[in-house]
């Protein structure tokens, strides 16, 4: 089951306000226990955004850590209206060079037909590329482990939300979502809860964007992942998700729809080393991810703490 931690699981307020409780309670409850196990104090190993039992983990570091693509970025997360384990994304200043120099790559790239592989041999990361694609292009992002997609046709999806179950094509107004989804082997893991967000304040401002991602509990300590490819789709057929208010707050959704064939214009290979959130992704329990998914979808009684 594919499932949005905010934003997809309801379509109203009240139950997306259960979803930040349930969701606070219930991740504070496994990194308590996954930080005896690992004999840290619960705090520290929340402080590192891992999940249950990932501290064993030997992909990836932490933010900055001598890495110069890191240092100097970002890890925080909003303290506004979201529970502490939303991400934000890493800042840094695209500067005109950058820019241009993604520019050069991208348009002879798209423009060249079929689909071709870009040759990414630029000293920037990956995903500031994919970043200031989706921010400042017509393009949408798909990520994938199938590196060999000629067309894609709209599927029937299925999720909780009304918007996300469709049979649709599906892509990404965010870089780093599409990465995601690229690099988790989802023959590896029993199921993914994800989520990009911005967040509109009441004098219009814009926050963000805000991440979550996280695999099966059970499947976190083996490392299911992959390398894979995020393609660069004309946008030109997708509609975005409608935003939805949360209290005084507009959220909107990195989600995008085509409901007709897209083919790509591009694609970019993607390994788990390139994705900045990796040691950052979580662990869930399915059994009560579903009890969450049941009580939106049925009025059943909403699960109370174990």
């Known amino acids: 089951m594919d499932a949005t931690l905010v934003g997809t699981f309801g379509s109203n307020r009240d139950a997306l306000q259960h979803i930040v409780a349930a969701e606070r309670s219930y991740f ?74 993604f520019d050069e790559l991208l348009n002879p790239t798209i423009n060249a037909g079929r689909c071709p592989t870009i040759q990414f041999t630029l000293p920037w990361p990956k995903w500031q590329f994919l970043c200031y694609v989706a921010d400042h292009h017509n393009v949408a992002l798909h990520g994938s482990g199938d590196p060999n997609i000629p067309l894609f046709e709209p599927r029937q999806s299925n999720d909780l939300n009304e918007f996300g179950n469709q049979k649709a094509t599906y892509a990404a107004s965010d870089g780093l979502w599409a990465m995601f989804f690229a690099i988790v082997d989802r023959e590896r893991v029993g199921s993914v809860t994800n989520a990009c967000i911005r967040l509109t304040d009441e004098t219009g401002n814009l926050h963000g964007p805000y991440y979550v991602f996280s695999v099966s509990q059970s499947d976190l300590p083996n490392q299911p992942w992959r390398t894979g490819t995020v393609y660069l789709l004309p946008r030109s057929t997708f509609i975005t998700q409608s935003p939805m208010a949360f209290g005084s707050y507009q959220v909107h959704f990195a989600q995008l729809a085509s409901f007709v064939p897209v083919q790509p214009l591009a694609k970019l290979t993607i390994t788990p080393a390139d994705f900045p959130f990796l040691m950052q992704i979580r662990g869930h329990d399915d059994q009560r991810l579903q009890e969450y998914a049941t009580a939106l979808q049925t009025g059943a009684p909403w699960p109370s703490d174990p």
């Open 28 to 101: 504070s409850r496994i990194n308590t226990a996954a930080a005896k196990r690992a004999g840290l104090p619960p705090r520290l190993y929340d402080d590192t955004m891992r999940a249950d039992a990932s501290a064993s983990l030997p992909v990836g570091k932490p933010y900055g850590d001598g890495d110069p693509q890191l240092d100097g970025y970002s890890h925080g997360v909003t303290n506004m209206i979201l529970p502490d384990y939303w991400l934000t994304r890493p800042s840094v200043n695209v500067d005109e060079t950058t820019q241009r120099a």
